[in-house]
């Protein structure tokens, strides 16, 4: 018997199907006829992730005809029904619960483990907005915060296996709050208390977190003089025209962003940024898509995520007029190369410095500000290991050579 995890979408589903895998072998340790369990972890927020998992559930059971499949996530949430009738699909588990170790029949289930390098810390589940393209929140509910002492516990205990960086991870991991304290508390709290804890990184946040009028101070103080909290910020940006962000219902604006990305890089001049952004949001003109395509340049954001508009039921943006898919394609396709020449002037400032990549095979790793790097032929190191390197060239592919410094 086996358990194995299909899973679609964001960081947060593969860090709770790295769970429901832990739970659900501690669980088959008290039942010895378990049949072999396949672990579905599903995601809606575009029409082809939810067609990738129902493919891929339809393979399995192909594959495995004896085998249980177990339903869970967004997409699942939204249409029980639908991915029950699939074939060799035995039980939908509500997103609300599959993180409850009972479920799995761990009734005295230990912490699961990381398997990822760069250990997933789960803070905050849910979100209280209603962005018109947006379906996540019928998925996950509203948001909720993990409390400060269970983020604390579950961080040192990372640590103590041997993690070197943590990544901060939520549905909407701007909205952590506890008794009047946002998401700078929480870090510093984590790196106060937490000595040996090399790396805390953030996942995607929203822009309005770091507003410069009315962003979370502390999070500003992190930026500004602590070398643990890693020089790289991902936005959940989703365009560069201000008409578009309004009819995304978003709380930001490009003036906003803008500013927030010269503060934070007048703080630490190498920070790295990425952004997600959709392309061919229904009623973008010529001229609203240029803004965006001139914003991202103008910002020289390296990391884009770039994805197009894909309808979701029910949501307002699908009662707007819709653009043609081949311009959606074409679009994102502009925005992706943007993304390229981005990176390229990015990467290109460090060829020449020393830094320390934390190795995420024998070869290949990340520095502090996200950037791929990979060593350069003969060059091995260690998987797991704060590697000291020296940058020497940039490749084509948008990710950097490295040569081993001893340490």
Known sequence: ????????????????????????????????????????????????AERQARQAIRRAHRKNPEARIIVTGCA??????????????????????????????????????SRHIRALLQVQQGCDHRCTFCVIPFG????????????????????EDGHHEIVLTGVDLASWRIDDQGLGFLCHRLLQEIPALHRLRLSSIDPILLDPDKGDRLLWDLIANEPRFMPHLHLSLQAGSDLILKRMKRRHNTTRVAALIARARQ????????????????TETDELFNETHDFLLEQQIPFLHV??????????????????KAIRQERAAQLRQVGDTNRALFLSRFIGDETTILMESATTGHTPEFANVQLEDSQHSTRGMLQPCCITRQNNDGTLLA???PS
């Open 1 to 48: 018997m086996s358990i194995s995890l299909l899973t679609f979408g964001c960081r947060l589903n593969a860090h709770e199907s790295d769970s429901m895998a832990h739970y659900a072998r501690q669980g088959q340790a008290n039942d010895a006829h378990e049949t072999d369990t396949i672990i579905v972890n599903t995601c809606t927020v575009t029409a082809e």
């Open 76 to 113: 699942s949430e939204r249409n029980k029904a639908q991915w029950a009738a699939l074939p060799g699909v035995q039980r939908i588990v509500p997103n609300a619960d599959k993180m409850t170790p009972a479920l799995w029949g761990a009734h005295s289930a230990t912490p699961p483990p």
């Open 140 to 159: 996950r509910g509203d948001s909720t915060s993990t409390p400060l002492e269970e983020v604390i516990q579950r961080g040192r205990i990372l640590s």
């Open 267 to 282: 703080l630490r001049p190498t920070i790295g940024f990425g952004a997600d952004v959709i392309a061919g949001f229904p």
């Open 307 to 324: 994805f197009p508009y894909s309808e979701r039921p029910n949501t307002p943006a699908a009662r707007m007029p819709a653009l043609p």
């Open 403 to 405: 040569r081993t410094i």
